[in-house]
């Protein structure tokens, strides 16, 4: 079918107005109505070429949330009338460990990126969430509880997921010290669910002006990270961080934070290198790790999580028309603290 959609017709260009073809329904296959897109950082990047291999025309969008309007003959899983969403990628190989494990996002095979990528078959683009359809395979769609409005579970497909996994991981919780580093579209889910999970919670921030939303949010303390006393007599009392920053590239005064045997895990994509002295890691055993959103059962999970603790993201809505606008104010940071698009804008 012809689908509306904005996209970016070149790298750095102005996203604009563009028709797009998704496939039929396939038996398999769930056709989803376009309610909300989150617009996440990586849109940018990849759009401006700022991380490589993009592809273009590039409809970007991989936070969606929308109601099934159609399915295909043998699908089992959904139904017309459904609330659903779909994440960072619309597919896998389906047959190595990690998809057998339901690890879906460290496939081994080939990942259909849900924008920015190709399909099983490797030759056909596909095309994201900026716009008023999608069509995918039902095993890679999720359930949307009825305690969540969509416009703010939207955002939860790949903010809230890329903070929930490693916070689970690592098993956050009672007795447990987690620090959040970072209070924008993944560190404010960060904080929430973190909160939720029972952890002891600091905000570690470079913006004063984060704090008051760092206590709103569930965060217990506060630490302004250029505040270099305040960081030295936090030294050692963290179990666990989950740096979310884009910004943050020199480790140490962080990594210093952990307690014995604690552990970083980056969820933000800087695009420059970490540093980090070797001494820093070995004085108290500390770890460096990182994950990468999560795999299908993982999301459910986050999704049914969130909707039991009504965590949805805290979004300002806007018209796809004004979606340049939006992105400029995500670079400079100036969202509070996810942008999502009304996709009934796109019939205006």
């Known amino acids: 079918m012809d689908t509306r959609t904005y996209a970016a017709l070149a790298p750095a260009a102005l996203l604009e107005p563009f028709t797009v073809q998704r496939r039929d329904v396939r038996p398999h296959d769930v056709l989803i109505d376009i309610k909300y897109a989150g617009i996440c950082h990586s849109d940018i990047h990849q759009a401006r070429e700022e991380w490589g291999g993009s592809i273009f025309p590039m409809v970007p969008g991989h936070e969606i949330a929308g109601v099934v309007s159609a399915i295909g003959s043998a699908v089992t899983k959904h139904a017309v009338g459904d609330r659903v969403g779909v994440g960072c990628y619309v597919d896998s190989c389906r047959t190595c460990p990690n998809c057998l494990a339901g690890l879906q996002n460290y496939c081994l095979g080939h990942v259909a990126a849900t924008y920015n990528g190709y399909e099983m078959d490797e030759v056909t683009p596909t095309y994201g969430g900026y716009s008023t359809h999608v069509v995918v395979d039902e095993n890679y769609v999720l359930h949307i509880p009825d305690s969540l409005s969509l416009d703010v579970a939207a955002p939860l497909l790949c903010a809230g997921i890329t903070c929930y996994q490693p916070l689970a991981e690592w098993k956050a919780g009672p007795g447990m010290s987690v620090g959040i580093v970072g209070l924008g579209g993944l560190g404010h889910m960060g904080v929430k669910i973190a909160a939720a999970m029972g952890a002891d919670v600091t905000l570690v921030s470079h913006s004063p002006g984060k704090e008051d939303d760092g206590y709103r949010l569930g965060a217990t303390r506060f630490l302004l990270s250029s505040d270099k006393a305040a960081m030295r007599a936090a030294a050692g009392s963290m179990d666990l961080i989950i740096n979310t920053a884009s910004a943050v590239t020199r480790l140490d005064p962080y990594m210093r934070?952990?307690?014995?045997?604690?552990?970083?895990?980056?969820?933000?994509?800087?695009?420059?290198?970490?540093?980090?002295?070797?001494?820093?890691?070995?004085?108290?055993?500390?770890?460096?790790?990182?994950?990468?959103?999560?795999?299908?059962?993982?999301?459910?999970?986050?999704?049914?999580?969130?909707?039991?603790?009504?965590?949805?993201?805290?979004?300002?809505?806007?018209?796809?028309?004004?979606?340049?606008?939006?992105?400029?104010?995500?670079?400079?940071?100036?969202?509070?603290?996810?942008?999502?698009?009304?996709?009934?804008?796109?019939?205006?």
């Open 257 to 348: 934070l952990l307690a014995l045997d604690g552990t970083m895990v980056t969820v933000g994509l800087p695009t420059e290198a970490f540093t980090i002295s070797p001494f820093t890691l070995i004085g108290q055993r500390r770890r460096l790790a990182g994950t990468n959103n999560g795999g299908i059962p993982q999301t459910q999970e986050m999704l049914d999580f969130c909707g039991e603790h009504a965590l949805g993201c805290d979004v300002e809505i806007i018209a796809i028309q004004q979606v340049n606008e939006a992105w400029d104010r995500v670079v400079a940071s100036d969202v509070k603290y996810r942008f999502v698009i009304d996709t009934a804008s796109l019939d205006a």
